[in-house]
Structures are given as C-alpha cells and as structure tokens.
C-alpha cells in the first residue's frame, strides 16, 4: 500500500532506552525531580499542580538537517536545499565536496527562523534571472515565501504568498510567468501570476475526479511538447461534481488570521482509496476538470512514493525522485502505461537514501537529489544508469548518524512487549 507522505506511516521504532538527556536537560533534571516530589506533595496535600513549563527529561531528535528539496542555479554554482527537521534554508556552491571524515559542509548562507514564514519546505525553486529563492510549506504553515538572493538569517521574506494547506511541488512556467504548486490535501495543480502576493487568487486550477490527479506532490513543466507532468502518491477522494464550487478554494490569511476554505469543496464520504502511484501528464493550458493525456503507472515503473520531478527538454526525458525506491527513475516524456524507466540510479553506491528532491543542472549534465534518509544531497552524471556512486556529496551531518527522519509526528506509541517506542509520521 502506497501512501502519502503527509500521512506517511513510516514507523520508527525505537527502544525505550535509547531516550537520552541533552545537555541541557541533563544539568536541570536533579531540578525536575524535586520539582516533581514537590508537585506530589502538593496533590496529596489536596492541592491542584499545573505544570506551564517543563523540559522533558529525555529526548529523541535528530540535530542535523534533513535536505527535503534541491535546486541549482549552474551559471552562479548556486546550490539551494531545504531542511524540514530544522527549517532552515541553505545554500552551498554546487561544486562543494564534503570529505567523508569531516562533520559537515558550511553552507554559504542560512535562512531560518518565525520571521521567515518557512517551516516545514518540500519544495524549492531558483528564479534563473533574480536569484530568488523560491520556498513552499506542505503541513504546517500555509505560505510561500521568496527571499532575495542576498536574505539570511531570521529575517521575513521579501513577499509572500498565501497558498492552500497541503501544498507541496512548485515550479515556473518562465515563459507563461506562472507558478504551479501541487496541493495534496484537494487532489489539485494551482496556477499562480508568477509575481503574486499576499492574498492575491489563483489564475486557474486543475482538479477534480477527472483529472486522476491522486495525493499530488511533484510537478514539472515540458514547454518544447507544451506539457504539464505531475507525480502521484495514489490515495484519493472522489468529489461530489454537484457540490464543486467555480473556484477553487484557498485559505485566506487576512491579517495574518487563517480563516476557514471557503465552502462547497465537498468530498463523496466512503470513496477514499489507495491506487497506484502514478505520473500524470496534462496539456500545459488545462484547466478545470480536465483528464490526463496519459498517465506513466503500474509495476514495471517501479515508482514506490514519487516525489519532485524535473524535465530535460532536449532530449525529452522525465527524471523522478523516487523516495520509497531510494533511487532516481528516467522515463521518456512519451511514454503511457506501465513501462519500465529507460534507465535508473539505484543501488549501494549512489549514497542515496529517501530521496525527495532533484534538480538537474544541464549546463554541466549533472543531476542532483536531496536524501532525506542521509543528510545529504548527491550529485550524478545525467546519462548515470545502476548502481554508480555520486560525483560529489553535501552532508549537512555526520556519515555515519542515521537520519531519524522524525517530520511533523502525528502520535506516538509505546510497545510494552518490545520495549519499542513508535512514532509515525
């Protein structure tokens, strides 16, 4: 079963003892105890205790980034990755090499912190003119934000927009000068001026039963063939057509209050299921309710939790990042059905792990994808195919620390059998 990642139920287990106290709470845990005996003395005294501010004695966090999402801009060798577990966005020069016993690369910049309006980013893009960074929120903010080339630290974006809960893919239609965003929670492609604001509407949108568009997360755009190409995780709701509104629905953020969607977006309960995930292909002017012109699923894909897409025009070849299958599938922008990729980078030596995003860089042929599952982005030769190691690596942590990969945990559970903590995100 294939799910989406903003209900990815990838179960971390972890066992009760490998809890340990930072720092921090290590120095004020003697305090917590005696706070504690005081609280019992309190309650048995027949008072009540509330505690308003409390350190937890022991933890389970990852400190290093989790690069989500990649973009590069070849002519400045500006790298851009985004990092869900600390919410920061870094940028490094596309030729850094980090050596496998150093901690680190130093990115370049940093942009992190609540002026930013950036939280939990999956999607990232480089305006090719300005050096613009482009940011989008998936689960917990409701914004896209762009700083200028020169941004960093805490500091508010330049403009920004406000998007619907649940967007996750973007990219510029440079020639038409509109932005595209993929929106899980409606099953929609949302169409932006690329310059909007605040909480300015949608040009237009793409949804509905029709469109096969499932759980929605990378989106690309092929304007030689005029085509707008879309990855799909496979869960989906079925619509209610006599309950579909003219517009598509978006959550206001006037005054910086999220107010309620506005109505009538009404989903047929019981109609949720899991399909297979899939890549949608579209006209590059379809609006509305409008069906795929073909669509790219079955077994012989091989997509297991497609995620950020890109297109080499030239040459009309579609690469995906492909999560679940920890490994980068090529696919020919033609094709329709279950066929199997032309070519994939997959195996033991590429260092991929959980890769979410992908870039390509086609002045220099190069290919790059963002590891969720590493701490790292990875950089092939576009023509690679099996199991080729990287050209080069950015860590944004240690080689050997797993990447815990805890994002936006939605509950967690204990196994008393086991002795297993479980967290799922």
């Known amino acids: 079963m294939v799910l989406s990642r903003s209900l990815k139920l990838t179960v971390i287990f972890f066992t009760a003892g490998l809890f340990v106290a930072s720092g921090r709470n290590s120095r004020r845990a003697e305090a917590l105890q005696q706070h504690d005996g005081a609280s019992r003395a309190a309650t048995a005294a027949g008072r009540?205790?509330?505690?308003?501010?409390?350190?937890?004695?022991?933890?389970?966090?990852?400190?290093?980034?989790?690069?989500?999402?990649v973009a590069v801009e070849p002519k400045s060798?500006?790298?851009?990755?985004?990092?869900?577990?600390?919410?920061?966005?870094?940028?490094?020069?596309?030729?850094?090499?980090?050596?496998?016993?150093?901690?680190?690369?130093?990115?370049?910049?940093?942009?992190?912190?609540?002026?930013?309006?950036?939280?939990?980013?999956?999607?990232?893009?480089?305006?090719?003119?300005?050096?613009e960074t482009y940011v989008v929120n998936n689960d917990t903010q409701n914004w896209l934000a762009v700083f200028s080339k020169n941004a960093r630290g805490n500091v508010?974006?330049?403009?920004?927009?406000?998007?619907?809960?649940?967007?996750?893919?973007?990219?510029?239609?440079e020639e038409k000068q509109e932005l595209l965003l993929t929106v899980q929670h409606t099953n929609a492609l949302v169409f932006y001026r690329k310059g909007a604001t605040a909480d300015?509407?949608?040009?237009?949108?793409?949804?509905?039963?029709?469109t096969q568009l499932e759980d929605p997360h990378g989106v690309a755009v092929d304007t030689k063939?005029?085509?707008?190409?879309?990855?799909?995780?496979?869960?989906?709701?079925?619509?209610?057509?006599?309950?579909?509104?003219?517009?598509?629905?978006?959550?206001?953020?006037?005054?910086?209050?999220e107010s309620h969607p506005e109505p009538g977006w009404r989903n047929i309960p019981g109609s949720g299921k899991f399909e297979p995930p899939s890549i949608t292909i579209?006209?590059?002017?379809?609006?509305?309710?409008?069906?795929?012109?073909?669509?790219?699923?079955?077994?012989?894909?091989?997509?297991?939790?497609?995620?950020?897409?890109?297109?080499?025009e030239e040459r009309g070849e579609l690469y995906v990042a492909n999560?679940?299958?920890?490994?980068?599938?090529?696919?020919?922008?033609?094709?329709?059905?279950?066929?199997?990729?032309?070519?994939?980078?997959?195996?033991?030596k590429t260092g991929m792990r959980h890769p979410t995003g992908i870039a390509l860089d086609l002045r220099n042929s190069e290919v790059w994808a963002a590891n969720m599952g590493?701490?790292?982005?990875?950089?092939?030769?576009?023509?690679?195919?099996?199991?080729?190691?990287?050209?080069?690596?950015?860590?944004?942590?240690?080689?050997?620390?797993?990447?815990?990969?805890?994002?936006?945990?939605?509950?967690?559970?204990?196994d008393s059998k086991r002795d297993e903590i479980l967290v799922p995100n």
């Open 48 to 69: 009540t205790s509330i505690e308003l501010d409390r350190l937890p004695v022991r933890t389970i966090h990852d400190p290093n980034p989790l690069f989500s999402a």
């Open 323 to 348: 999560d679940m299958d920890h490994s980068i599938a090529v696919f020919r922008v033609t094709e329709n059905g279950d066929v199997a990729p032309i070519r994939s980078i997959r195996g033991p």
């Open 374 to 414: 590493n701490h790292s982005a990875t950089v092939y030769p576009m023509a690679a195919n099996g199991n080729v190691p990287p050209l080069r690596i950015i860590r944004g942590g240690p080689a050997d620390q797993p990447a815990l990969m805890i994002g936006n945990p939605g509950a967690v559970g204990y």
């Open 282 to 312: 579209y006209s590059r002017d379809a609006t509305g309710n409008t069906a795929p012109l073909r669509i790219i699923e079955g077994p012989k894909t091989g997509l297991n939790w497609p995620m950020q897409l890109a297109v080499d």
């Open 225 to 257: 063939r005029n085509l707008i190409i879309v990855s799909n995780h496979g869960s989906v709701s079925y619509r209610d057509p006599s309950k579909t509104p003219a517009r598509f629905p978006v959550i206001r953020h006037g005054a910086d209050v």
């Open 156 to 173: 508010a974006p330049d403009r920004y927009l406000a998007v619907p809960q649940g967007t996750f893919g973007i990219t510029v239609d």
């Open 200 to 210: 300015e509407q949608p040009l237009r949108y793409l949804a509905g039963n029709d």
């Open 77 to 131: 060798n500006m790298l851009v990755v985004t990092d869900e577990n600390l919410f920061q966005i870094l940028e490094y020069d596309r030729r850094d090499n980090t050596p496998p016993r150093v901690r680190m690369t130093e990115p370049k910049r940093v942009i992190g912190g609540p002026l930013t309006k950036a939280e939990m980013m999956c999607g990232v893009y480089i305006d090719p003119n300005t050096m």
